[in-house]
Structures are given as C-alpha cells and as structure tokens.
C-alpha cells in the first residue's frame, strides 16, 4: 500500500465565535491510500484547542503512511491496527482512508463494513432522519455568538433552507447576551428545536441561575456548560438541572464516558477526539440503555472529514454534523447538508468525491 498527503486551507463563510476563541480558517491534511488501483481517503485538521498544528498533523501522517508497509492489505491495517501512540483525530483519518479502500474494494458503503463491525443488522432512527437504507439524520446548524438581530436573520434564513435543529454558541461576557441571542432565534424560526453551547464557559453558580431561564425559552439541552476537567461537578449539575446536560470537552475518551454514563443525559461523540468510527461504536455501545444519549458531532472540516460519521448518524439523538456547511468552499462533495438532512451514500466506501486539488506530497 502507498500513502499520499495533501494539505488545504479551509476559510470559513464568515468567522465563527464561540466562547473561548473565534475561528476564521483551517488547515487540513488529506490521507490517502492506495492499493490495487484503488484509493481510500479520510482527513485530519489542526485544533488549537487540542494542541494539533499543520506541521505535527503533517508529520504523524507521514509516518502511519510508512507503517502502512507492514501490511499486505487495507483490512489486515484496520484490523491489526497501526502501532503507535498517535492523537485521535489522525487516528480517525487513518481509519477513514482504510474504511473508504475497504468500502471500495468490497464494492459496500461504509456503514455497511461498521453494521458488521457491530453486529447491528438494521438501523435505528432515534429522532434521525433515517429510513432503512443509507444513514442519514437532521443536523443541527451553528449560530456563533454575534449580535442578536444578525442570530435572528441567519436562523430564519436556516429555517426556510429545511433546517428544524439549531445550535447556538453562549458563553458572552454578559450572560444577557446570550439570553437575548436566543429569545431572538426562538422567535425567528419558531418551530425549531434549539440546542445551546456555552463550551465550558460558565461556573456552577452560573448555570444554576441560568439553566432554568433557558428551560423557560424552550432550550431543548445544553453542552458542557462547566470548564472541563472536573467531570464529578458536571454530573452533580445534571442531576440538578431542568435542561438534559451534555457532556463535549469532558467526554473525550471511552474512559471518560464511562466514568459519566448514566451521570449525564448525553455525550458528544467526535471522531477526531475519540479515534475513529470504531472507537465511536465502543462508545455508542458502553451508555446504550445507560440513559445517556449520543450525540455526534464534529469539528469544522471538510465533507470528507464528515462523511465518516454521518455514517454512523442513525444511531445518534443528536446530530451536530454541520462542519462543511460552515464553509467558504468546501472541497468535496457527497453527504448533503443545506436542507437540514446530512445523508450517507449507498456508493461504496465514503460516497464522497474531491472538486478541487492541493498540494500534495508522497509519504
């Protein structure tokens, strides 16, 4: 097997803002594999938050593409796994380019390799858009903290597009802000559900006063409203609050789930911060009949960064799967998403395709 980078510049459509940071760009390196005329993709990108630079997402790739050597063929890679201490999300886009080969050379989409993979023969559809077939679900969409008569222009502006989910960035200076930023979506595209994400900005004192105003505005559940790192006060606040808690920041690997299942109503699952879709599914199993729900998101990336999980999208509660909605350009194609439905391809592997080229360098 041959491994191939390519590195790319993400611009967002417009700067997203969120509590602790605001976002403009990003840079993504493509994986690709290549066996027996066949190529499978999957895709990494820089996180500031979780301490990933283009250079070191550059290097760790470089050099699981070299240790792709060791094996014959993409199966025996996923199977066997490829050794070394790697960061979960180039764990997850190593995943993806094996499942994509795989997919194609078997001549089956991926959700199909991960139904085996769990022993699931038919798909679920908890508050999904799913019917029996390719997984797809109703995607939340990401309103930034910005002011609240620009909030309501773009949720109503989504509501005519299809979308009935909205999730909305808090964690203002002025916590008033924030309560003003929903009151204006809420009145702007009435009928849909909202969810809000202070990420980790308030304290406890703050989201006890806070969380019943929101249940009184029709908040349907709020994300990691507490700084992360102290999963016991999150689990202390769920069991308090009027609203379903949902743990992001303090739910990054299986062993942080485990120690909230059943202690929170949900877990945002991320394939860039757990490892991949198989560690998603290890995830998706340990709360299942826990009471805590899953919930899928992502990082802002491409379509080909998203398409892995909207693989797995049916088996979710909540589906932020929005990333390349936010996008200036995005360079592939093949999940959908402006109407509100992110859907899986019955094509084989990913489903997806490239429209444009970058730079690329042989590993």
């Known amino acids: 097997m041959k491994a191939t980078l390519r590195t790319v510049r993400l611009a967002l459509a417009e700067p997203l803002r969120i509590s602790r940071s605001t976002m403009t760009a990003r840079d993504a390196v493509w994986f690709t594999v290549e066996h027996e005329g066949l190529t499978g993709h999957g895709e990494a990108v820089t ?54 080969l795989c997919g194609k050379q078997s001549g089956v989409p991926v959700h199909r390799l991960l139904d085996a993979k769990s022993a699931r023969t038919t798909p679920s559809t908890p508050g999904g858009a799913s019917a029996p077939g390719a997984p797809s679900a109703r995607t939340a969409r990401t309103i930034g903290i910005v002011p609240a008569e620009r909030a309501a222009e773009q949720a109503r502006s989504l509501a005519d597009s299809g979308f009935t989910v909205i999730k909305v960035k808090a964690g203002a200076p002025d916590p008033e802000d924030d309560l003003d930023r929903i009151r204006a979506i809420a009145s702007a595209a009435p009928r849909s559900r909202l969810l809000l994400d202070p990420n980790g900005a308030w304290t406890s004192t703050q989201a006890m006063q806070l969380l019943p105003r929101y249940a009184e505005l029709g908040v349907e559940a709020v994300e990691q409203p507490l700084a992360p790192g102290d999963p016991e006060a999150l689990a202390w ?11 992001d920041e303090d739910a990054v690997t299986y062993e942080d789930v485990r120690r909230l299942a059943g202690r929170v109503h ?98």
């Open 47 to 100: 996180s500031v938050y979780y301490g990933l630079n283009t250079t070191e997402l550059e290097r760790q790739l470089y050099e699981a593409g070299l240790a792709l050597g060791h094996f014959g063929d993409p199966e025996s890679a996923l199977r066997e796994g490829l050794a070394g201490d790697r960061p979960p999300t180039v764990t997850a886009a190593i995943e993806a380019a094996l499942l994509d």
């Open 237 to 247: 606040l769920a069991e308090r609050s009027p609203l379903p808690l949902i743990a």
């Open 266 to 363: 949900g877990v945002n699952v991320k394939l860039a911060k757990c490892g991949g879709p198989y560690a998603a599914l290890r995830i998706a199993e340990l709360i299942e009949g826990s009471g805590t729900g899953l919930m899928l998101g992502c990082l802002t990336a491409s379509t080909l960064g998203l398409a892995p999980a909207v693989h797995l999208a049916d088996r979710a509660r909540w589906a932020d799967l929005d990333g390349h909605l936010l996008l200036a350009d995005d360079p592939w194609t093949g999940i959908g998403g402006a109407d509100g439905v992110v859907r899986a391809s019955d094509l084989p592997g990913l489903g997806v395709r490239e429209r444009r080229v970058g730079r690329e360098d042989a590993a």
